[in-house]
């Protein structure tokens, strides 16, 4: 029996002796001698993808980063974007972090940025309309700010400025080699850009948006370097903690299951990136107006706005006939749908619709218009942009008689008919549209369609019965039959003092 045990171990040994050479020449096979994935990497595909993925990676690598000490609510799902609630007059850190790499913007070493702190409505109709919301807090909270920096508690940030004129933007010059925190106060609450006051849950969200600049040639900071922003929403006094209580309360209570959709709450709020803001930072830096968003100076010069009485083209401006029409077309850009605007009476909106084009204001709803502009300049500017006009009230039909026509009497077929002249030409006639049933009205709009100085008609008469001529008076114009035709003569006047036009 011993000496079976003993074999045993004998095969056992040879085995694991057997099994570690072969393990020894699979290793010797495909060491490093044989190859090195050094080497591998080393051949030309893999160096091009390398290179590739290290240019993405820089591509998405932002100079900076801004983190707002508040913490995120957890009510929030996987793939929207975070929500942060912050309390009205309570003052927030925003640390601003230099996230360069080694070698990155070497311009800016050693030397100060600019960036601008802004608290905008993230509700883009809101956006629309974001100088009358603002003009009307103002109104309502007269000598406060929307945003404030609280200077004794901030670090770093060197010739802070706010101006009268921007409520909710501070700015100011950091060093981006040095610490620097900006602590914020957001003075207005979301419930008051709300119709209807239904507590802070309800309010309108807003962000905290940072937009970085750095120096230009002519050293004013205009150039633009990294913005990155945050959703907000603002209660009152201690109500954010209180909301974010009750969301912590409400996903407690949920399963794992359903939680697993939510993200969870973090300490600290980072600000994501996103465009810069479409104001120019020269817009209030040096405290001087800001011109207007579309038009350079050279635009000015040469572009004029027509009156809005004259329909010639002579008083419209080169390059702007498009927005001076009386419909814009889809094709606008966006200077002729400024001038479209302008000509039609809604200058106080050229700020806001500063970026769209013709198509971008034809798809905009009746709803929509109503929200951005109020329901009366709303209502106006979508009929405006459908070309509703006024519907005449009367409707005529004339044609001018020619010199060489003879019209026979007992014969007036032609004027009821539209027939043919007496050279046999056929009488073209012209539709003549009244808003007003009057005589004066009738007399404008023969001398502009026409072409008939309209200074120089004394009277217009109807021929009636047997020849004789009768004034045309209000009371005769209102019982005209709607659609009626006339021929028309010109004679002159007594003393060729101006001229008669004769309707038969």
Same mark, same amino acid.
């Given at each position: 029996?011993?000496?079976?045990?003993?074999?045993?171990?004998?095969?056992?040994?040879?085995?694991?002796?057997?099994?570690?050479?072969?393990?020894?020449?699979?290793?010797?096979?495909?060491?490093?001698?044989?190859?090195?994935?050094?080497?591998?990497?080393?051949?030309?595909? @893999?160096?091009?993808?390398?290179?590739?993925?290290?240019?993405?990676?820089?591509?998405?690598?932002?100079?900076?980063?801004?983190?707002?000490? /508040? /913490?995120?609510? =957890?009510?929030?799902?996987?793939?929207?974007? !975070?929500?942060?609630?912050?309390?009205?007059?309570?003052? #927030?850190?925003?640390?601003?972090?230099?996230?360069?790499?080694?070698?990155?913007?070497?311009?800016?070493?050693?030397?100060?940025?600019?960036?601008?702190?802004?608290?905008?409505?993230?509700?883009?109709?809101?956006?629309?309309?974001?100088?009358?919301?603002?003009?009307?807090?103002? +109104?309502?909270?007269?000598?406060?700010?929307?945003?404030?920096?609280?200077?004794?508690?901030?670090?770093?940030?060197?010739?802070?400025?706010?101006?009268?004129?921007?409520?909710?933007? $501070?700015?100011?010059?950091?060093?981006?080699?040095?610490?620097?925190? /900006? @602590?914020?106060? $957001?003075?207005?609450?979301?419930?008051? *850009?709300?119709?209807?006051?239904?507590?802070?849950?309800?309010?309108?969200? *807003?962000?905290?948006? $940072?937009?970085?600049?750095?120096?230009?040639?002519?050293?004013? #900071?205009?150039?633009?370097?990294?913005?990155?922003? %945050?959703?907000?929403?603002?209660?009152?006094?201690?109500?954010?903690?209180?909301?974010?209580?009750?969301?912590?309360?409400?996903?407690?209570?949920?399963?794992?299951?359903?939680?697993?959709?939510?993200?969870?709450?973090?300490? !600290?709020?980072?600000?994501?990136?996103?465009?810069? +803001?479409?104001?120019? =930072?020269?817009?209030?830096?040096?405290?001087? =107006?800001?011109?207007?968003?579309?038009?350079?100076?050279?635009?000015?010069?040469? %572009?004029?706005?027509?009156?809005?009485?004259?329909?010639?083209?002579?008083?419209?401006?080169?390059?702007?006939?498009?927005?001076?029409?009386?419909?814009?077309?889809?094709?606008?850009?966006?200077?002729?749908?400024?001038? +479209?605007?302008?000509?039609?009476?809604?200058?106080?909106?050229?700020?806001?619709?500063?970026?769209?084009?013709?198509?971008?204001?034809?798809?905009?709803?009746?709803?929509?218009?109503?929200?951005?502009?109020g329901a009366a300049d709303g209502i106006r500017l #979508?009929?405006?942009?459908?070309?509703?006009? $006024?519907?005449?009230?009367?409707?005529?039909?004339?044609?001018?008689?020619?010199?060489?026509?003879?019209?026979?009497?007992?014969?007036?077929?032609?004027?009821?008919?539209?027939?043919?002249?007496?050279?046999?030409?056929? %009488?073209v006639y012209h539709a003549i549209y009244l808003e007003?049933?009057?005589?004066?009205?009738?007399?404008?709009?023969?001398?502009?369609?026409?072409?008939?100085?309209?200074?120089?008609?004394?009277?217009? #008469?109807?021929?009636?019965?047997?020849?004789?001529?009768?004034?045309?008076?209000?009371?005769?114009?209102?019982?005209?039959?709607?659609?009626?035709?006339?021929?028309?003569?010109?004679?002159? /006047?007594?003393?060729?003092?101006?001229?008669?036009?004769?309707?038969?």
């Amino acid at each position: 029996m011993a000496w079976v045990l003993k074999m045993d171990e004998v095969i056992e040994s040879g085995l694991v002796h057997d099994f570690d050479s072969s393990l020894s020449g699979i290793g010797q096979e495909l060491g490093a001698g044989a190859y090195s994935m050094s080497d591998v990497l080393a051949l030309p595909i @893999f160096k091009q993808e390398d290179s590739s993925l290290s240019l993405d990676g820089e591509a998405k690598h932002p100079p900076f980063q801004y983190v707002m000490c /508040a /913490a995120t609510s =957890p009510a929030v799902k996987l793939h929207d974007e !975070t929500l942060t609630y912050l309390n009205q007059g309570q003052s #927030y850190e925003i640390r601003m972090l230099d996230n360069r790499k080694m070698g990155d913007m070497p311009e800016i070493s050693g030397k100060l940025v600019k960036s601008i702190i802004r608290v905008v409505f993230h509700d883009r109709r809101l956006q629309y309309t974001e100088h009358q919301q603002l003009e009307g807090w103002k +109104w309502n909270r007269p000598g406060d700010r929307l945003l404030d920096l609280d200077i004794p508690m901030s670090v770093g940030i060197i010739d802070t400025r706010t101006n009268p004129s921007q409520l909710n933007a $501070v700015e100011f010059l950091w060093d981006p080699a040095k610490r620097t925190s /900006a @602590f914020i106060q $957001v003075h207005c609450i979301s419930t008051e *850009f709300t119709p209807r006051k239904h507590g802070g849950e309800k309010g309108v969200p *807003f962000r905290i948006q $940072v937009d970085t600049f750095k120096q230009n040639e002519n050293g004013e #900071y205009t150039d633009h370097l990294h913005s990155a922003s %945050c959703q907000i929403k603002v209660f009152k006094p201690k109500g954010a903690d209180r909301k974010q209580k009750t969301d912590r309360e409400k996903m407690e209570k949920r399963t794992p299951h359903e939680k697993e959709k939510y993200q969870p709450s973090y300490d !600290t709020t980072i600000l994501t990136e996103c465009s810069p +803001w479409p104001d120019t =930072p020269t817009a209030y830096v040096n405290n001087s =107006p800001a011109p207007a968003p579309t038009f350079t100076s050279s635009q000015q010069s040469t %572009c004029s706005v027509p009156d809005s009485n004259s329909s010639s083209p002579n008083h419209q401006g080169d390059g702007v006939a498009q927005a001076s029409g009386e419909q814009i077309q889809p094709s606008a850009t966006t200077q002729e749908t400024q001038q +479209w605007l302008l000509k039609n009476r809604f200058s106080s909106y050229t700020r806001l619709f500063s970026n769209f084009s013709g198509a971008d204001l034809l798809k905009l709803t009746k709803e929509d218009l109503v929200q951005i502009c109020g329901a009366a300049d709303g209502i106006r500017l #979508y009929n405006s942009l459908k070309s509703r006009s $006024v519907r005449p009230r009367l409707t005529i039909y004339v044609c001018q008689e020619q010199p060489s026509s003879t019209v026979l009497q007992g014969q007036p077929q032609a004027a009821g008919s539209g027939g043919e002249n007496g050279s046999g030409t056929p %009488c073209v006639y012209h539709a003549i549209y009244l808003e007003e049933m009057v005589a004066s009205e009738v007399a404008r709009k023969l001398a502009s369609v026409f072409n008939i100085p309209f200074h120089q008609i004394n009277q217009v #008469y109807r021929q009636g019965p047997t020849g004789i001529h009768i004034l045309v008076s209000d009371q005769m114009v209102q019982n005209f039959q709607d659609e009626s035709c006339f021929l028309f003569s010109t004679v002159k /006047a007594e003393n060729n003092d101006g001229i008669h036009i004769i309707l038969k």
